[in-house]
């Protein structure tokens, strides 16, 4: 289920040169998948449709605002767009503040539902170890 979807601009910062580098322009989701609840960022570029960025939106990912830019965002991931896991630190800029700001708002609305659905789990959890601390098992007497 598609979340979010808007024309942007992506980097990625190359530690080696010490400078941002453009991944790509095109639009950016964010896709829900129904049954999970897990979130995912993928950004094709434009023409090519090459994926530039894929990769699970975690609770504990910090978006910040890019130094002096109101319509860019900076985190952290680990991205599989180039067929390997890696980590990435990734910049985005929007056409205008508001759709930078809708893009944040959308992307802490998916991290707040992962955050749930993980105390979710947990409570989950603790209630079956319980239920499970509680188990006895009574032998069966013989019958002759």
């Not at 952290?76 to 990734?90: I, Q, T």
Request: aromatic fraction near 8%; proline fraction near 1%.
């Amino acid at each position: 289920m598609k979340m979010f979807c808007l024309s942007s601009k992506l980097y990625r910062f190359d530690k080696d040169g010490n400078q941002w580098k453009e991944r790509g322009v095109g639009p950016v989701k964010l896709l829900k998948h129904t049954e999970s609840g897990k979130v995912r960022l993928l950004m094709r570029q434009n023409k090519t449709l090459k994926i530039c960025a894929n990769h699970i939106v975690l609770s504990t990912t910090s978006l910040q605002e890019h130094a002096g830019s109101d319509k860019s965002w900076v985190w952290h991931a680990a991205d599989f767009s180039d067929g390997d896991l890696k980590d990435e630190l990734f910049a985005i800029r929007f056409g205008s503040v508001e759709n930078a700001q809708k893009f944040k708002e959308i992307f802490e609305e998916a991290q707040e539902s992962l955050a749930e659905k993980s105390e979710e789990t947990t409570r989950d959890a603790e209630s079956t170890a319980t239920l499970l601390d509680n188990l006895n098992v009574v032998p069966k007497e013989d019958k002759d």
